[in-house]
Structure formats: C-alpha cells, structure tokens
C-alpha cells in the first residue's frame, strides 16, 4: 500500500537532526570562515534538500545492534550523506549537468575548478572528522573513506571507458552497477550496524540487503530511462544511449542480431535519428520487461533476507525501505 | 639512493594501481620537491618497504592536487582531470590503510583539509605545509640514522 508519508517519517527517522548535523560538519569547522566560498556554497547544498536515503540506511542498520542510534551512528549517517554530496560535486562536473534539485549545479554557480576544491574539502573532512574518533572508528574510515569512494572511481571510469562501445559483456555492467550505486547502500547499512554493535552475521545479512537493493534500484532506473516519456524525465528517452551508454536494456536487447548490428553502428556523430530508431528498436523487443525481471529477482533476494531477520523487530523497517524501493517509478 | 628510491616507488604504485584508470605516474615537474622527501626518508631508520609507502602516499597526494589544479579548460576533456584527481585522493587512503598507515592518514588529514581550502578560496601556496607535516611524521614515528649537524633545508617551491 502507497504511504503519504515521506520514508524518513514512517521509519521515524529525524531528517531534522541529519541536516543539523550536516551543517554542522561545515559551521563547527574552526579553518573556515563564514563567509568562506565553501561555507556559503556546502550549506546551500544541505539545504536543498535531498531524499537522505544514505543517513536513513545507517540508521535503519544501527537498529539490529544493541545500541541503536547513538551519536556514532548519527555522526556516520551525516558522514554518509556529506560523501554522497561531494560526490554528486564531481558527478555534475563529469555529466556537464546545468541543474542539481531544481538550482544550478555547483560548478555552474562558480567554476568547474572551485566545485572542484568545494567536492575536495568536503571529502577531507569526512577523513578529519573520522580520524578524530578513538578506538574502532578506524574500521569506519576504512570502509567508508577507502572502500566505497575509489570504487565509485572506478565505476565512473568504466563508464568512461565503456562510452559508445557497446559490446560490453554483462559481468561488466553488474560491476559497473555495484560500484557506482549498490555498494554506497551495502555500506550505509553495514556501517550502521556496526556503530550499533550488531552480531556479525546480522551486519552481513545487512550488507547484502543493501546490495541487492542497489541493483534493482539501478537496474530499474535504467529500464526507467526508456521507458518514461521526455516530459517525464526532463531529458529525451533513451538518454544514456545517446551519451554513449550501454544499460541491461540495451544489452538483452542485443540478444537479437538484427538490434545488435544496429545498435553496434552508432557512435558519437550517429544522428538524433538513428538513436530514435535504436530506442524504437529497444523498447520494443522485450528487453525492458527482460530488465525489469532481472530487477524483481534483486528484489526478491532482499525481501527474503528481511524474512532472515524476522526475529529483529527492525525487520520491519527493512520492509519498509523495500516498499519504498518497489514504489518508486521515479 | 634517493633516484633509486623514487624509482622503487613508482614500481610499487604501478603494480597497486588498478590498469583500468590508465593513470600514470609521472613526478614531472614535482620531481625535485619527491627526491627531498627521499633524502628525509633515507635518513631516518626505517624499512625500505616503509620509505616506499610513505614516499608513494606524498606521491600521490602531490598528483592529486595536481590533477585538479591543471583541469582542462574544455568541458568535454575536464571529466577526466577531476576523475583522476578523485581517484589518486581515494587510492592515497586506500594505500595508505593496506600499507598500515593509518596514523599517517589522521596526521595528515588536516593539513590535506587546508590545501583544499586555499585552493577553492584561490591561493596555491600549501604544499610546503604538506611536506612539513609529513617530515615531522616521519620524525616522531622514527628515529634519525645518523647525527646531523646541518639541518635540512627548508622547502619552499612554487607551484607550477
């Protein structure tokens, strides 16, 4: 059933103290002015606003410990979003995006460079803030600082590599897929449960929740952009074709030779044209329902292990982020 | 000795950097500023194995700032400057955690914080900071080979 209640209200998470912690990270820095280029420009990025799905994850995974929602676990959740952000600094930058949530992207409002230097800053004082805390944190800057940001590296310079070749077997998209969205999640939850001090076989079971949930998100986003119209989506059908991205849908599609020869003759000069016939082509073969089975058993996984967890009353809330995942057309 | 090291260095990098980033390390310009960090190294007792480490994370601190100071004007080449850059300040953690050098990253941290900061308020005059921090590092976590009865010299470099 639809709930009109946002996801951090039916899982009684406080969005209010994350984006006071937020800020915070910013106005307790005793090296920066207020009136500092990155003061200004980090807070009106907090402000916003955003789904905050990464902060509700680790709080939902500090749920299955022994001690819930502790000031680590706030602390990491907040860490988790600012990593999110200045990541989405550099993304900006890398897709050439005019926009991010309605305003003009950072490096619109100031310069490539700047935006730059403002993603830095963010990134090193996550690695300040964590280096500051005594004891297992360190396991906390490992995993988050170590693990999840060279990995979205390297998922983006798969992407890059990959540009407008389209003969990529499927092992690489699944790789390509976790780096750049699964394991943030997998690492929210895991994070999570462990600043909550839950048994390892349960932080585990987190972990894959995360994971599992990550590919389908993604997955589906990617049937997503052939499926919605160019009102919808506010950019044309089909838009990480024509960027020179090839996506599951495109790929199961290539399962027909006749799509395949096609798909494998565009490039960056093809015309508007042949990447509306190539979209035709895909969207009418069955790959997007292919794609979207493929999403669902991502999702059946994840439902199952809430199922594993069912002696944790948290299990509910896992529950709830899967609704929340299954809902969303969007 | 210091050449030497600096080659060994690069080895190690190039073997632990992931192929599929197509970076390659290069000291260029930043050649002078890593061979006295060598000469510090080699002057302190301490494993060869951990002069490589600690010479590679400066390494890759200095091309990382590098990266994103010389971006390149175009839109369409720009990308992969700031990947670059991203990805040797990850790897740096990465590195540095594998190597058993996480007191090096907490000591280093803020110092790593302030570049950023100049840089994004437009100065460029940091990386001596850098390089002082890392030599007093290296100087309360080992002890010197030799007495000396000069000191080293002060490091002061433009940026290029």
């Not at chain 1, 897709?95 to 403002?118: E, M, S």
């Not at chain 1, 838009?239 to 599609?253: E, K």
């Not at chain 2, 050098?101 to 803020?110: E, G, P, R, T």
Request: hydrophobic letters at 40%.
């Amino acid at each position: 059933m639809l709930s009109s209640l946002s996801l951090a209200d039916q899982l009684h998470v406080s969005l209010k103290r994350i984006n006071r912690d937020l800020e915070r990270i910013v106005t307790y820095d005793e090296d920066l002015t207020s009136r500092s280029v990155i003061t200004r420009n980090v807070i009106e990025l907090v402000r916003a606003g955003g789904k905050r799905l990464r902060p509700i994850m680790v709080i939902v995974g500090s749920r299955f410990g022994s001690d819930p929602e502790n000031n680590n676990v706030y602390r990491l959740a907040s860490v988790c979003e600012f990593i999110h952000a200045a990541s989405l600094i550099h993304d900006d930058i890398l897709d050439q995006a005019d926009t991010r949530r309605g305003q003009p992207a950072l490096h619109k409002k100031t310069d490539p460079k700047t935006a730059v230097f403002i993603g830095n800053y963010m990134m090193c004082r996550v690695v300040e803030l964590l280096t500051e805390q005594k004891g297992n944190l360190e396991d906390y800057v490992k995993d988050l600082t170590a693990v999840t940001t060279t990995q979205l590296c390297l998922g983006e310079y798969q992407q890059m590599d990959q540009r407008y070749k389209f003969d990529v077997p499927l092992e690489q998209y699944w790789e390509k897929t976790r780096n750049k969205t699964a394991l943030l999640m997998a690492t929210a939850l895991q994070l999570g449960a462990q600043a909550g001090l839950a048994d390892d076989a349960v932080i585990e079971l987190l972990h894959e929740f995360g994971d599992q949930l990550g590919m389908a998100f993604q997955v589906r986003d990617d049937v997503l952009d052939y499926m919605q119209s160019a009102d919808t989506l506010g950019k044309p059908a089909g838009a990480d074709l024509r960027n020179g991205q090839v996506t599951l849908p495109a790929m199961l599609a290539m399962e027909d030779p006749y799509i395949r020869k096609k798909l494998l003759q565009l490039g960056a000069d093809s015309t508007v044209e042949q990447f509306d016939e190539a979209v035709g082509l895909i969207r009418d073969s069955g790959a997007l329902g292919l794609a979207l089975d493929q999403s669902q058993h991502f999702m059946n996984r994840a439902w199952s292990i809430t199922e594993q967890l069912a002696s944790y009353p948290a299990h509910r809330d896992l529950q709830t982020l899967w609704r929340y995942f299954e809902e969303r057309t969007y | 000795m210091n050449r030497q090291l600096l080659q060994e260095t690069n080895q190690l990098l190039m073997q632990e950097l992931p192929a599929q980033t197509g970076i390659h390390l290069n000291a260029g310009a930043d050649e002078p500023i890593l061979l006295d960090m060598a000469e510090v190294l080699v002057g302190y007792d301490m494993e060869q194995q951990d002069r490589r480490v600690l010479l590679g994370c400066y390494w890759l601190l200095l091309q990382s700032i590098r990266s994103h100071d010389h971006l390149p004007t175009h839109p369409d080449h720009v990308g992969r400057g700031v990947l670059d850059g991203d990805f040797l300040q990850s790897f740096y953690l990465q590195f540095a955690l594998r190597h058993g050098f996480v007191d090096l990253i907490a000591d280093l941290a803020k110092t790593m914080k302030l570049v950023q900061i100049r840089r994004a308020e437009g100065s460029r005059t940091i990386e001596t900071q850098l390089h002082q921090r890392l030599c007093r590092f290296v100087s309360k976590r080992y002890l010197r080979r030799y007495k000396s009865t000069q000191r080293f010299k002060q490091v002061t470099y433009d940026v290029i």
